[in-house]
Nanobody
């Protein structure tokens, strides 16, 4: 079992920044891949970013490349999503996810076994 708890969401103006955190517990965090997804009202949950077990590999959705950075601190069992130059279209509930089966990048939503409860990010224009 893996428990994930996100934090760091909030309300920010367009052009601003937020840093999301996801604290993991229950299994050896450094052994598995992590990702961030988001879901806007009326839309399906979509991939945002993923990171390998060591943090050495990362992958992003095209719309967030150059603005968002995913990272992890295995000593603190935490994965982060630094979001800069935020846009109103980034407004969504953001979820972190864990895939203990894999140590490399996982992009597809079905690859993840564990999910956090989500944190709301609202970007005003």
């Amino acid at each position: 079992q893996v428990q994930l708890v996100e934090s760091g969401g909030g309300l920010v103006r367009a052009g601003g920044s937020l840093r999301l955190s996801c604290a993991a517990s229950g299994r050896t965090f450094s052994n598995y891949a992590m990702g961030w997804f988001r879901q806007a009202p009326g839309k399906e949950r979509e991939f945002v970013a993923a990171i390998s077990w060591s943090g050495g590999s990362t992958y992003y959705q095209d719309s967030v490349k150059g603005r968002f950075t995913i990272s992890r601190d295995n000593a603190k069992n935490t994965v982060f999503l630094q979001m800069n130059s935020l846009k109103p279209e980034d407004t969504a509930v953001y979820y972190c996810a864990a895939d203990p089966k894999s140590r490399s990048i996982v992009v597809h939503i079905t690859g993840y076994d564990y999910w956090g409860q989500g944190t709301q990010v609202t970007v005003s224009s």
